[in-house]
């Protein structure tokens, strides 16, 4: 019998070119690359320079998401970008990805979307591969028992050029969620109290296995969202071992494999999830049945608490500072908080099961009179699913504005953005100060508690909205 | 990238912990297609009022950068977004080292590809350092430790030794994995 292996040690031990030693990391191979528009110029520009094409275009794919408006073209069929230089970088990827023979899922095509939301929807993200993105939510496609982890753009010049990276091997972390949800409660829910527990920094050097009854019972959707917020415990992996959810979500889709190969792939996958008998480098355990929906209150995702409770009295992870300009006091009821903007979307909650959660709120409701609310789908197919089942005129009812596919207010660079001193409730992955726009105060929450703020214009539990619906 | 073995510089303190990349360079500077000249947006929103002119309080010593080329920060510097600007923006500015107690896995490989030297110390030489801004101080990437010329910090530090290597002989560490193209040819011939 051989020595019972994590799924991380699995997924490491396939990809290893040249074996780490004291001196040098491993050189470890990429199984794809994903790049977008932002963090891909720079790299370009390293293999022009040195004379290097893309070792394999075939297992490189890019999306157009960070830069790109969420409003359609105007009267002269130009898109509104936020600046020439936004609509200057797009166009460098174009051109880059063109020269070098690299699929580019561009601003016409119907495949375009968040580079973390069309991965798994088009079966490009499978159990067993690594995958890198220069983005550092790339941790997103470890739902699939995946190696996935962001890059910076050096690295991306690596992969583009050499198709592999210099590594050391991370420690492990095992986060087991026993029990059931509640309902009302939500993967997000889950991430956002996980991160409460053990803090921004706890998962750097870790790889991070999401396990237990709770996370067996989530949609890949749900793991998405979860492993997506692994890097805001300072994890750059996070990883859910493949089960038959997993199966059922691959099958069928346009690069998945098919047929026979299908059977093959399939159960490979199926031998890769944690031997039993091993050790982690570290275990937490969390009662999944004792999370409340949550909602930040600081300027660090570790700064959560329940949304039906208050602040903590003695200010929790968040510091003078971070609860002076969230305006929050310690100790003060969530429900005291007024909202004046509300973003649901992101990588981390713009899948079609997140707007149905939101849509479950604001069916036959009305976003507050001094609330905005954004509604930014993930992908174009998400938008079509979305639209297919009426989930659009549910929002554009309720007053809130259905937009196109992109990264949006979540990093806040396309021009979608809240103004300095207002409160926005936002389904994205990051309360820094500044984030969504210069002196704006985020508050991060789930799909269903960001609609039921938007409905009751304060910080509010969801689940009495949800069982009214 | 040149070899470096010694920085002699002195220390600008940011008490704050969890420096994330969105305060070293916000978003809106990301539209750029080029690495040149970041450090004009180097932590914007702490440097520059609404209007664009400089702070008058600001910690940040915009008349003497090169002789303050060290930030020590708080706790878990740099966490947040894989975006190399932030460290492209923090040399760019003048900064060629940062000090913390921990600081974040991904910024820490960026910064070591493009010559800041990440260094996390233990919490007492950190707090010690916390509490003399300005000071001088010497980062020796040989003898791998910290030190302050009237001896009150004496600290070691680890680096990845790669990484390490490659700042002392000043090389690019994709060169390292171009060589070995073989052993790469043959992963891609067994494995597709």
Excluded at chain 1, 447 to 453: D, G, I, K, L, V
Excluded at chain 2, 141 to 164: H, I, K, S, W
Aim: hydrophobic share 45%.
């Amino acid at each position: 019998m051989s020595e019972p292996k994590t799924l991380f040690d699995k997924l490491w031990e396939r990809h290893i070119v040249r074996p780490e030693t004291e001196e040098a990391p491993a050189i470890v191979y990429i199984d794809m690359h994903l790049i977008h528009e932002v963090t891909s110029p720079q790299a370009f520009q390293v293999l022009k320079d040195r004379g290097l094409t893309v070792r394999r275009p075939d297992r490189t794919f890019a999306t157009l998401d960070h830069s790109t408006p969420t409003l359609p073209p105007g009267p002269d069929g130009a898109l509104p970008y936020a600046t020439e230089a936004a609509a200057e970088q797009v166009d460098t990827l174009v051109k880059n990805c063109a020269a070098q023979g690299i699929t580019l899922f561009g601003l016409d095509d119907p495949r375009r979307g968040i580079v973390h939301v069309i991965g798994p929807e088009l079966g490009l993200t499978q159990p067993g591969k690594t995958i890198v993105c220069g983005d550092s939510h790339t941790s997103t496609h470890g739902a699939f028992g995946a190696f996935a982890f962001g890059i910076g753009t050096t690295e991306v010049g690596h992969v583009l050029a050499t198709q592999c990276l210099l590594l050391r091997k991370p420690k492990t972390m095992r986060i087991t969620f026993e029990g059931a949800l509640a309902p009302g409660v939500s993967a997000k829910d889950m991430a956002l109290a996980a991160i409460a527990r053990i803090g921004a920094d706890a998962g750097q050097g870790k790889a991070i296995e999401f396990a237990g009854p709770a996370v067996r019972a989530l949609s890949m959707e749900g793991r998405m969202t979860l492993c997506n917020m692994s890097i805001e415990a300072g994890a750059r992996v996070g990883l859910v071992a493949p089960d038959e959810t997993t199966l059922a979500y691959l099958r069928g889709r346009d690069y998945a494999p098919k047929d026979a190969d299908w059977d093959a792939a399939a159960a490979d996958w199926m031998s890769l999830p944690t031997d039993d008998g091993v050790a982690f480098d570290e275990e937490v355990a969390i009662d999944a049945a004792s999370i409340a929906p949550m909602a930040t209150f600081g300027t660090s995702p570790d700064a959560a608490a329940p949304v039906d409770g208050a602040a903590p009295a003695d200010g929790g992870r968040a510091d003078d500072a971070a609860l002076a300009y969230m305006r929050i006091d310690r100790g003060q009821a969530f429900q005291e908080v007024e909202v004046n903007r509300v973003f649901i979307g992101s990588c981390t909650n713009s899948r079609l099961e997140d707007l149905r959660a939101a849509a479950q709120v604001l069916r036959g409701r009305k976003v507050s009179d001094n609330v905005i609310a954004l509604v930014v789908p993930g992908s174009e197919a998400v938008r079509r699913d979305a639209e297919a089942e009426g989930l659009h005129q549910v929002f554009e009812a309720a007053g809130a504005e259905w937009r196109l596919p992109g990264c949006s207010m979540c990093i806040a660079m396309n021009g979608d953005k809240g103004e300095a001193g207002e409160l926005v409730v936002s389904t994205s992955n990051r309360n820094f100060v500044g984030r969504q726009g210069a002196g704006v105060r985020t508050v991060l929450a789930s799909p269903a508690t960001a609609a039921a703020a938007a409905v009751a214009g304060r910080l509010v539990d969801p689940r009495p909205y949800l069982r009214e619906a | 990238m040149q070899a470096m073995s010694k920085i002699t510089t002195r220390t600008v303190v940011l008490e704050n912990e969890n420096v994330d990349t969105d305060q070293i360079i916000p978003a809106r500077f990301l539209t750029t297609t080029s690495r040149a000249g970041l450090g004009a947006h180097a932590f914007a929103d702490w440097r520059y009022e609404d209007d664009g002119a400089l702070k008058a309080d600001s910690l940040f010593r915009e008349d003497a950068r090169d002789d303050f080329g060290v930030l020590v920060a708080g706790h878990n510097f740099g966490c947040g977004s894989s975006r190399e600007h932030a460290p492209w923006a923090l040399l760019d500015f003048g900064f060629r080292a940062v000090i913390s107690t921990k600081i974040a896995d991904i910024f820490t490989g960026n910064a070591l590809k493009n010559g800041l030297v990440p260094v996390e110390v233990d919490a007492a030489t950190h707090a010690d350092l916390m509490e003399q801004p300005g000071v001088e101080l010497t980062i020796d990437l040989e003898a791998m430790r910290v030190t302050t010329p009237n001896g009150g910090v004496d600290a070691p530090f680890r680096l990845e030794p790669f990484a390490r290597r490659c700042l002392l002989d000043g090389v690019d560490p994709l060169g390292a994995i171009l060589a070995r193209d073989a052993d790469i040819a043959a992963y891609e011939a067994v494995h597709g």
